[in-house]
């Protein structure tokens, strides 16, 4: 039978502050760049969904010109 193996306290302390220090490295990005990436990314959302919504209607009339 299996037995469930529990993680000693020192291993749960120790795990907890390797991930507080984890935490401390983390750098948040600005405002200003925060907004210049979600310009980016919302441009490149619109313009994908144009390409493929015009290479869906040349489809549609590719097909319909063949049936």
Same mark, same amino acid.
Request: a positive charge; aromatic letters at 8%.
């Given at each position: ?38 310009? +980016? +990314? ?12 015009? +290479? ?12």
């Amino acid at each position: 039978m299996s037995e469930k193996k529990q993680a000693s306290p020192s291993l749960k302390r120790s795990w907890f502050q390797e991930l507080k220090s984890e935490f401390g490295k983390i750098t948040w990005p600005t405002k200003k760049k925060l907004g210049r990436e979600t310009i +980016v +990314v919302l441009v490149i959302a619109i313009l994908l969904g144009c390409i493929i919504a015009i +290479v869906d209607g040349l489809l549609k009339t590719g097909l319909a010109y063949l049936w």
